[in-house]
């Protein structure tokens, strides 16, 4: 399958099973269950809620009742860490079949997973592994995506990694590498503000110049997260994409600059441990939905000149 494939998706006219809640523009955050009584009390909060699926690959119980819960209200991200699709090896099918159920269960708005690799024959590490960016890896990556999407029916959004080391026999920068994947699959993009700031920190180029070369056009999600600073071996700095508290200065003023050329996308607050009380997370969230807007009402000021 290539970007011209058609991908098979149900009837318009058949009638879904949960609530069609766009999320066009909205700022969202991770969904944490000890946040559900106090999402309530909210009321109906807009904007979008994030889960990583493999929280959710159980029959039932209460993941799953709290995660209906909210969908039923809201648009809901479902956002992939395992499937490994940068990996050596064939897709594991069990778990592609898992994801499947979830995304025919819960209809997310947007799916997407990571350009990395987790596993090595039957082990599965805690971890996002970095890639060599060449022809082979390339090819192989573009093999696993298309998979996915022919199993699933519609297009993933593919995740640019936050990274701590490069390869010597890679051929091709990561913003060609991630390009050509796009153009090859017809996948989307998500872009995580947060991961070019670390790895532009750790390696050394500019974050400005990368996201000067990333193929915006393409982007249909953003992520934002805090990262912490530690020393490496040598006594350098190291930026590690730690999900464990707010958004920094810097990477807001560069998702400022990409919602400035891109416009408005969803975009959604990552925190993943230290998690704070609902109106730290819910407050995040409300500081890049006021850039969305406000990128929103410039452009519908320069149609209407335009007009």
């Not at 494939?5 to 069609?20: D, G, I, K, M, T």
């Not at 009390?41 to 809620?49: E, R, T």
């Not at 029959?59 to 940068?86: K, Q, T, Y």
Request: proline share 6%; net charge negative.
């Amino acid at each position: 399958m290539n970007a011209k494939a058609e991908f098979h998706v149900a009837s318009a006219a058949q009638a879904l099973r949960l609530p069609a809640h766009s999320v066009a523009g909205e700022a969202g955050t991770s969904f944490k269950h000890e946040h559900l009584a106090a999402i309530f009390a909210d009321g109906k909060p807009k904007g979008f809620f994030e889960v990583h699926a493999e929280n959710y690959m159980g029959a039932g119980g209460p993941p799953h009742r709290a995660l209906e819960a909210i969908r039923r209200d809201n648009p809901v991200s479902l956002h992939g860490v395992c499937m490994s699709i940068g990996g050596p090896q064939p897709l594991d099918r069990a778990h592609l079949a898992r994801f499947k159920a979830l995304v025919d269960r819960y209809e997310p708005a947007l799916v997407s997973e990571h350009l990395a690799w987790s596993t090595h024959e039957t082990t599965f590490f805690n971890d996002l592994l970095p890639l060599p960016y060449t022809q082979a890896t390339l090819d192989r990556v573009c093999d696993h995506i298309d998979e996915v999407q022919e199993v699933i029916g519609r297009p993933i959004l593919l995740e640019n990694p936050s990274t701590y080391v490069t390869f010597r026999h890679s051929t091709m920068g990561e913003t060609a590498f991630i390009r050509a994947i796009a153009r090859r699959t017809g996948c989307g993009l998500l872009l995580d503000v947060n991961n070019v700031f670390v790895s532009a920190t750790n390696h050394g180029f500019s974050a400005l110049d990368y996201l000067a070369d990333f193929p915006l056009a393409g982007v249909g999600e953003i992520h934002l997260a805090g990262h912490a600073a530690q020393a490496d071996d040598e006594g350098e700095l190291l930026l590690i994409d730690s999900h464990d508290g707010p958004v920094a200065d810097a990477v807001w003023t560069l998702f400022e600059i990409v919602i400035g050329r891109r416009g408005p996308v969803p975009t959604l607050i990552e925190w993943d441990s230290n998690i704070p009380e609902w109106p730290v997370l819910k407050a995040e969230a409300a500081a890049a939905k006021a850039i969305l807007d406000r990128h929103a009402r410039r452009l519908a000021g320069d149609e209407s000149h335009a007009a």
